[in-house]
């Protein structure tokens, strides 16, 4: 039996992964991503890495920065994959177990890297500021990303090609993530609506993520991860390269790097969780939207994310329980 002490909690099980951690992705900055985490001090270490990379502290940052600079592309990425290395930090302030599982959405693959332990919290703030960065850099000035729910894969991909679009991310439940520039993203959409999707528009992301038009990126980020110091995963780090383990993150960089450009394949992503016998998922947030799709795609998994909860001790308390 492995035994982790976390508030009381006892995880069992060697070898077996039980629990999976989902990091989210940007798209649902608030100004109350940060108010569980106020009184923690485990997490202050985090935040004080994250006011270095972001410049000002990521709480005063949420609550008072104008709605642009809360959606901008590179202010996203760095307080969402804070938000993710502080509830963790919170959470496990002695370390998560060793057979938990943590995977990440988009930039929350960054952090899902942090999480297990590649880098350390500051290395990965500043390779998420250099990732932004040069995803900027090279995007077009109004590229964005928009979603379609509804219609098969197929249909989608027939629209993205009219309308010089690509798809970036594949969902559980026929929701699609699709990215091009922003009048593009605008008809497409339309488009998809009058062709009986159930839901379409253009999301609060302002670089086409994971499509062609950031080809340019991928070998300026690569040569930033290849400068950082690496460690091996101590915990089960699932890229979404292949949807595979991390064993050896120098051979996983130069997948995690080409995503910039790559479609991402979330969906195979949920189903190799499921296969290696998960039977709990939390997502760290900011938002819901990674347990929603969970909770469809896996009726028999329990599925919470941590913005369902008034306090961490009602997820420290659901850790315990499960």
Request: charged share 15%; aromatic share 6%.
């Given at each position: 039996?492995?035994?982790?002490?976390?508030?009381?909690?006892?995880?069992?099980?060697?070898?077996?992964?039980?629990?999976?951690?989902?990091?989210?992705?940007?798209?649902?900055?608030?100004?109350?991503?940060?108010?569980?985490?106020?009184?923690?001090?485990?997490?202050?270490?985090?935040?004080?890495?994250?006011?270095?990379?972001?410049?000002?502290?990521?709480?005063?940052?949420?609550?008072?920065?104008?709605?642009?600079?809360?959606?901008?592309?590179?202010?996203?990425?760095?307080?969402?994959?804070?938000?993710?290395?502080?509830?963790?930090?919170?959470?496990?302030?002695?370390?998560?177990?060793?057979?938990?599982?943590?995977?990440?959405?988009?930039?929350?693959?960054?952090?899902?890297?942090?999480?297990?332990?590649?880098?350390?919290?500051?290395?990965?703030?500043?390779?998420?500021?250099?990732?932004a960065r040069v995803m900027d850099a090279v995007g077009g000035s109004d590229d964005g990303l928009g979603y379609v729910r509804?219609?098969?894969?197929?249909?989608?991909?027939?629209?993205?090609?009219?309308?010089?679009?690509?798809?970036?991310?594949?969902?559980?439940?026929?929701?699609?993530?699709?990215?091009?520039?922003?009048?593009?993203?605008?008809?497409?959409?339309?488009?998809?609506l009058q062709e009986g999707a159930a839901r379409a528009a253009p999301m609060m992301v302002h670089v086409a993520?994971?499509?062609?038009?950031?080809?340019?990126?991928?070998?300026?980020?690569?040569n930033a991860l290849a400068s950082a110091v690496m460690n091996r995963p101590i915990l089960r780090l699932m890229t979404a390269s292949g949807a595979t383990l991390v064993t050896d993150p120098h051979r996983a960089r130069k997948g995690l790097a080409r995503q910039l450009a790559e479609r991402i394949d979330w969906a195979g992503m949920v189903e190799a969780v499921a296969e290696r016998g998960v039977t709990a998922i939390l997502e760290l947030g900011p938002g819901r939207a990674l347990a929603e799709m969970a909770a469809v795609a896996l009726p028999s998994v329990m599925v919470r994310a941590v913005d369902d909860f008034h306090s961490l001790a009602g997820v420290r308390a659901w850790l315990a329980a499960r």
């Open positions: 039996m492995c035994r982790s002490a976390c508030h009381g909690a006892v995880y069992r099980g060697v070898g077996i992964v039980t629990l999976a951690l989902f990091c989210s992705g940007q798209g649902h900055q608030n100004r109350e991503m940060f108010r569980l985490l106020a009184a923690e001090p485990d997490a202050q270490p985090i935040f004080e890495a994250a006011t270095a990379v972001l410049g000002t502290d990521p709480m005063d940052f949420c609550r008072t920065a104008p709605e642009a600079a809360l959606h901008a592309n590179r202010e996203g990425q760095i307080l969402c994959v804070t938000r993710a290395l502080a509830i963790v930090r919170a959470l496990f302030p002695t370390g998560a177990p060793s057979e938990t599982m943590v995977a990440g959405y988009s930039v929350g693959e960054m952090a899902a890297w942090g999480v297990a332990g590649i880098w350390s919290p500051m290395d990965t703030l500043k390779l998420v500021d250099q990732r509804g219609l098969p894969q197929v249909a989608v991909e027939h629209l993205a090609n009219r309308f010089g679009c690509a798809i970036a991310i594949v969902n559980p439940d026929l929701l699609f993530i699709v990215g091009g520039d922003r009048r593009s993203i605008d008809a497409l959409c339309a488009a998809a993520s994971h499509t062609p038009r950031l080809a340019g990126a991928v070998a300026q980020f690569d």
